[in-house]
Every structure is written in C-alpha cells, then in structure tokens.
C-alpha cells in the first residue's frame, strides 16, 4: 500500500481550495475526514482513501466554504460515480503538476497559495541575485521554475 506525505496532500488540497490554509483548519478537516492525527510512531502518512476523504472535502468546502459536512456526507460525495476518476486521479499526481504556471509579477501571490506565507518581491530579487538565477516581473514561470522557487523562499 502506497502511503503519501501529509504535507503534500495538504499542497494538492491548498491548490484545489484556491488558497491556503492554517494548520489548525487542516486538524479540523482530517477530524472531519476521520483521519487519524500524525504520532511519532505513525508519522504524517496517509493512506490513498484518507486522501480521497479528504480531496473530497475540499471539493466540497471549495464551492460552499461556510459549509458544514459531516464524514457521512464526505462518503457520498466521494462514491459519485461522476467523481471517480478525478478523485483517483488527483490523489495520484504529484503536486508540482497541480501548480499553473504564471508571470513574476503573479509569483508571489502564487507562492503566498502554496506554502501559506508572504513572499515580498524585493525577497525574490535578492533570492536571484544570491543564486545567479534572475527574478523578472514579466518572466513566464513554468511549474517546474516555481518549484525552484518553493524550495529557495524556505517553504
């Protein structure tokens, strides 16, 4: 059984919700999703169905925030027939291919969805200057370049 990272399913959900979220609103959606929390022993690995659960409610929470769901609920949706196949096939895609690419002038907004932090512009001009890698407003970043990115801010 394949087992993925708690942190990057919470990227993949961040990505689908359309903004990012607090550690203790992820907490509140795994009770909801009746995902055990992480231990020492167990680390923060998921199983393919927790991820679906909870792919599922973001889904849910991404049309109707406000929205209250309870683990029943979650379960109906994520057995729609219709649902199928997007859900095994987001829980199956790594997280970089779920980022769209987008201009430098957009990177920080891009960056802020991602990791949850501000990244001011002069940041990212001084990143690039420090690696001899140049930061430009105008610039299209590809998915891949906004990973180099993620991995430079201390995400």
């Known amino acids: 059984m394949e087992l993925l990272q708690g942190k990057e399913v919470m990227q993949k959900c961040a990505i689908i919700y359309g903004r990012s979220f607090d550690p203790r609103t992820w ?12 231990t020492p022993q167990r680390g923060d690995w998921l199983t393919p ?30 057995n729609n027939p219709d649902k199928q196949d997007w859900l095994q096939a987001i829980a199956e895609t790594p997280v970089n291919t779920l980022i769209q690419p987008c201009h430098g002038r ?3 907004n891009t960056l802020k969805k991602l990791t949850g932090k501000t990244v001011p512009i002069d940041r990212l001009y001084r990143i690039g200057r420090r690696t001899q890698r140049k930061f430009s ?3 299209q970043y ?12 201390g995400a």
Not at 28 to 37: E, L, M, S, T
Not at 60 to 65: C, F, G, H, R, S
Not at 147 to 153: D, G, M, Q, R, T
């Open 106 to 108: 957009d990177l920080p």
């Open 142 to 153: 590809s998915a891949k370049q906004i990973n180099w990115w993620l991995e430079h801010i």
């Open 49 to 78: 169905f927790e991820v679906k659960k909870l792919i599922t409610l973001t889904f849910l929470k991404a049309n109707n925030p406000r929205g209250s769901y309870s683990y029943p609920q979650i379960l109906l949706e994520m």
């Open 27 to 38: 907490r509140n959606w795994k009770r909801a999703c009746k995902v055990p929390p992480s």
């Open 137 to 139: 407003r105008s610039k």
